[in-house]
């Protein structure tokens, strides 16, 4: 929007400009030129040239100006060039103040190069608030800025968080974080118990009154029609079950 903005100030000042010191003072020049032919100059030869010349580079300063924020360097730069082109156009226009006119037999002339030099110190003035305006808005952009900083760290710091957020609720639980104590799975086939194959539970002696079972989980021996290891409580499976029943 803002730079919407400047480029219509940049274009509309073009246009202004370009009618305030190109064509009107041409139009001038030419209503003077044919209505007093005996007024001269010094720059009368190549009045329109000059003015047409000079006119332009203020054209120009003057857009650059325009399309440049109020605070920065480069409109400072630019309006001061603008004010030192308008004093050469000014100059040309008056040719330096000096003014001949011939009327038959009489020759007259005009020095107004103090009343040029009273203009020049006018324009010279308006730098003064060309220089006032940098200083103002200088400071004005100077805190845009700093806002602006501000609220990218913050946003930056919004977005690190969010994602650190999310990192963290993708984490998989750790359940052994839950207690301090061990826990052992017994060998109950409910709960999908598979005994390794190291120790299998099995019947080793043939005669009746010396069966026994061997614990999968601590190796110990039990009776053959025990449900439960005697040693460590754990669980025996279906098949050492109906193996005992039916021995």
Same mark, same amino acid.
């Given at each position: 929007?803002?730079?919407k903005?400047?480029l219509s100030?940049?274009?509309w000042?073009a246009? %202004?400009? %370009?009618?305030?010191y190109?064509?009107i003072?041409?139009v001038?020049?030419?209503?003077?030129?044919?209505n007093?032919?005996?007024?001269?100059t010094?720059?009368m030869g190549?009045?329109e040239e000059y003015t047409t010349?000079?006119g332009? &580079?203020v054209?120009?300063?003057? *857009?650059?100006e325009?399309?440049n924020?109020? =605070? *920065?360097?480069?409109?400072? &730069?630019f =309006?001061?060039?603008?004010?030192a082109?308008i004093g050469?156009?000014l100059y040309v226009?008056? !040719?330096? =103040?000096? @003014?001949?006119?011939d009327?038959g037999?009489?020759?007259?002339?005009f020095?107004?190069?103090h009343?040029?030099?009273?203009?020049l110190v006018?324009?010279?003035l308006?730098?003064l608030l @060309?220089m006032?305006t940098y200083t103002?808005?200088?400071s004005v952009?100077?805190?845009?800025?700093r806002t602006k900083?501000?609220?990218?760290s913050?946003?930056?710091?919004?977005?690190?968080?969010a994602?650190?957020?999310?990192v963290?609720?993708?984490?998989?639980? @750790?359940?052994?974080?839950?207690?301090?104590?061990e826990?052992?799975?017994?060998a109950d086939?409910?709960?999908?118990?598979?005994?390794?194959?190291l120790?299998e539970?099995?019947?080793e002696p043939t005669d009746r009154a010396?069966?026994h079972?061997t614990?999968s989980?601590? !190796?110990?021996?039990?009776?053959a029609n025990?449900?439960v290891c005697?040693?460590?409580?754990?669980?025996?499976?279906?098949e050492?079950?109906r193996?005992?029943?039916?021995?």
């Amino acid at each position: 929007m803002a730079r919407k903005s400047r480029l219509s100030d940049a274009v509309w000042t073009a246009f %202004t400009e %370009t009618i305030r010191y190109i064509i009107i003072p041409i139009v001038l020049i030419d209503l003077v030129t044919s209505n007093w032919p005996q007024l001269s100059t010094a720059f009368m030869g190549n009045l329109e040239e000059y003015t047409t010349g000079f006119g332009a &580079l203020v054209v120009a300063a003057s *857009t650059l100006e325009a399309m440049n924020r109020p =605070g *920065t360097f480069r409109r400072l &730069l630019f =309006g001061l060039t603008t004010l030192a082109f308008i004093g050469l156009w000014l100059y040309v226009i008056f !040719g330096g =103040g000096l @003014v001949a006119f011939d009327y038959g037999p009489y020759h007259v002339s005009f020095d107004m190069s103090h009343i040029v030099t009273i203009m020049l110190v006018g324009i010279s003035l308006k730098g003064l608030l @060309v220089m006032q305006t940098y200083t103002t808005y200088k400071s004005v952009l100077a805190e845009e800025e700093r806002t602006k900083r501000i609220e990218e760290s913050e946003e930056k710091r919004m977005v690190a968080e969010a994602k650190k957020e999310r990192v963290v609720r993708r984490t998989p639980p @750790v359940f052994d974080r839950l207690s301090s104590s061990e826990f052992h799975i017994t060998a109950d086939d409910d709960i999908g118990f598979v005994p390794p194959p190291l120790h299998e539970a099995r019947q080793e002696p043939t005669d009746r009154a010396d069966r026994h079972k061997t614990c999968s989980v601590c !190796g110990e021996r039990s009776p053959a029609n025990a449900q439960v290891c005697t040693s460590c409580g754990a669980w025996f499976s279906k098949e050492s079950f109906r193996f005992g029943k039916s021995s």
